[in-house]
């Protein structure tokens, strides 16, 4: 006769959907354990302490929201500071303000009234007009002209992607927002920052209460895992779960290169853009100014965008026709089990921060709150 299992809840990955659905069932009296394969918890969120700077290890992480109980739900746990998000773009040497607003509009043409920018915009996109896009290339060019797509779109868009511009479908860029306004804040949210301290220190408010294991890889042990726990919460790739049946999901990926400088400040900004499709890497991060930090050394992350894949890191699902048809054949097997799919891996779907940690709220409220 086998043993009662010993938790409630055995929740796979320790990104920010495990550690507050975790946090929440805690909460409500059920006992849990949190496994990761990572010899860390955090999932994409962790940083690394090096010469006293939160270095975001899987890429620049800004929580930005406009939901304000999420906003006070994550200060909870720790202060975040007044870190706001405003990016520059490096074209051939020459620095331009993100988002597009009138400080950029300065810097390529010298207007200075909204009236004057929105002037050059017409010339440059009328001609632009009759043109129903067939690809994202006569869609940017139609959005905002010659000047902006080639300086500050055209390259970047091709690394990210791998394609060129006008090989990618027209519906990736739907709108492009133009700001005639000086206002460098990319977010439009309410919120924003970093937390005082790192994300670390979100996860471990999380995690207080919770027993948590590292370097436990689910797939070797998932017998003996699943046995320990009534139910499990599976934030893992969907099609890892169900073995690859029908085939593997792609992911766009992206390689950091990290670098410690002997300098105290490299670019001046936490984020620069690099633009022109020759510089091969799409970004520059530069972590101390993320919390304004005065240490003698830096640390800056490069970021290579890497090919389509499913063997890589995945970062970007990639929800083209193929790759939706795969998901949804593993999501009909899904509704058949008892685990619980949660998060950006087992959705396959881009979540910023914000909407993953509502996400994990919604559903431990349906199951500790509306089913009481």
């Given at each position: 006769?086998?043993?009662?299992?010993?938790?409630?809840?055995?929740?796979?990955?320790?990104?920010?959907?495990?550690?507050?659905?975790?946090?929440?069932?805690?909460?409500?009296?059920?006992?849990?354990?949190?496994?990761?394969?990572?010899?860390?918890?955090?999932?994409?969120?962790?940083?690394?302490?090096?010469?006293?700077?939160?270095?975001?290890?899987?890429?620049?992480?800004?929580?930005?929201?406009?939901?304000?109980?999420?906003?006070?739900?994550?200060?909870?746990?720790?202060?975040?500071?007044?870190?706001?998000?405003?990016?520059?773009?490096?074209?051939?040497?020459?620095?331009?303000?993100?988002?597009?607003?009138?400080?950029?509009?300065?810097?390529?043409?010298?207007?200075?009234?909204?009236?004057?920018?929105?002037?050059?915009?017409?010339?440059?996109?009328?001609?632009?007009?009759?043109?129903?896009?067939?690809?994202?290339?006569?869609?940017?060019?139609?959005?905002?002209?010659?000047?902006?797509?080639?300086?500050?779109?055209?390259?970047?868009?091709?690394?990210?992607?791998?394609?060129?511009?006008s090989e990618l479908p027209a519906f990736i860029i739907k709108r492009l927002p133009l700001r005639f306004t000086y206002d460098n804040n990319y977010?439009?949210?309410?919120?924003?920052?970093?937390?005082?301290?790192?994300?670390?220190?979100?996860?471990?408010?999380?995690?207080?209460?919770?027993?948590?294991?590292?370097?436990?890889?689910?797939?070797?042990?998932?017998?003996?895992?699943?046995?320990?726990?009534?139910?499990?919460?599976?934030?893992?790739?969907?099609?890892?779960?169900?073995?690859?049946?029908?085939?593997?999901?792609?992911?766009?990926?992206?390689?950091?290169?990290?670098?410690?400088?002997?300098?105290?400040?490299?670019?001046?900004?936490?984020?620069?853009?690099?633009?022109?499709?020759?510089?091969?890497?799409?970004?520059?991060?530069?972590?101390?100014?993320?919390?304004?930090?005065?240490?003698?050394?830096?640390?800056?992350?490069?970021?290579?965008?890497?090919?389509?894949?499913?063997?890589?890191?995945?970062?970007?699902?990639?929800?083209?026709?193929?790759?939706?048809?795969?998901?949804?054949?593993?999501?009909?097997?899904?509704?058949?089990?008892?685990?619980?799919?949660?998060?950006?891996?087992?959705?396959?779907?881009?979540?910023?921060?914000?909407?993953?940690?509502?996400?994990?709220?919604?559903?431990?409220?349906?199951?500790?709150?509306?089913?009481?």
């Open positions: 006769m086998k043993n009662s299992p010993k938790y409630d809840y055995l929740i796979v990955g320790a990104g920010l959907y495990g550690a507050v659905f975790a946090r929440e069932a805690t909460k409500h009296g059920k006992k849990c354990l949190i496994i990761d394969k990572r010899n860390h918890l955090g999932g994409n969120t962790y940083c690394e302490e090096i010469e006293g700077i939160n270095v975001h290890k899987y890429g620049a992480h800004i929580f930005h929201t406009n939901d304000k109980p999420i906003w006070d739900y994550v200060n909870s746990f720790v202060l975040f500071n007044r870190y706001t998000n405003s990016p520059l773009a490096n074209f051939e040497g020459k620095l331009y303000n993100l988002p597009f607003n009138m400080n950029t509009f300065y810097q390529l043409w010298g207007t200075k009234t909204p009236e004057e920018a929105k002037a050059v915009l017409d010339k440059q996109t009328n001609k632009y007009n009759s043109i129903n896009p067939s690809n994202l290339e006569e869609q940017a060019l139609k959005l905002v002209g010659d000047d902006i797509y080639k300086k500050l779109i055209k390259g970047y868009t091709e690394k990210q992607w791998g394609r060129k511009a977010f439009n949210d309410a919120y924003q920052g970093i937390p005082i301290g790192g994300y670390n220190k979100l996860i471990q408010g999380l995690l207080k209460h919770v027993e948590c294991r590292t370097n436990v890889d689910f797939f070797k042990e998932k017998e003996s895992l699943t046995e320990l726990a009534q139910q499990v919460v599976f934030t893992g790739k969907i099609d890892e779960y169900f073995d690859y049946c029908h085939g593997k999901l792609e992911y766009r990926g992206l390689d950091f290169k990290h670098e410690v400088l002997d300098q105290s400040n490299y670019q001046g900004n936490a984020v620069v853009n690099y633009t022109e499709a020759k510089i091969p890497f799409t970004r520059i991060i530069e972590h101390k100014h993320f919390e304004f930090g005065n240490q003698k050394a830096t640390v800056i992350t490069k970021e290579y965008p890497l090919e389509a894949s499913s063997d890589k890191e995945p970062y970007y699902p990639i929800n083209d026709t193929k790759n939706t048809k795969i998901f949804k054949a593993y999501q009909e097997m899904a509704k058949k089990e008892t685990t619980i799919f949660g998060g950006r891996l087992a959705e396959y779907k881009y979540y910023d921060m914000h909407q993953v940690i509502g996400a994990a709220l919604s559903k431990t409220r349906k199951l500790f709150i509306e089913k009481s």
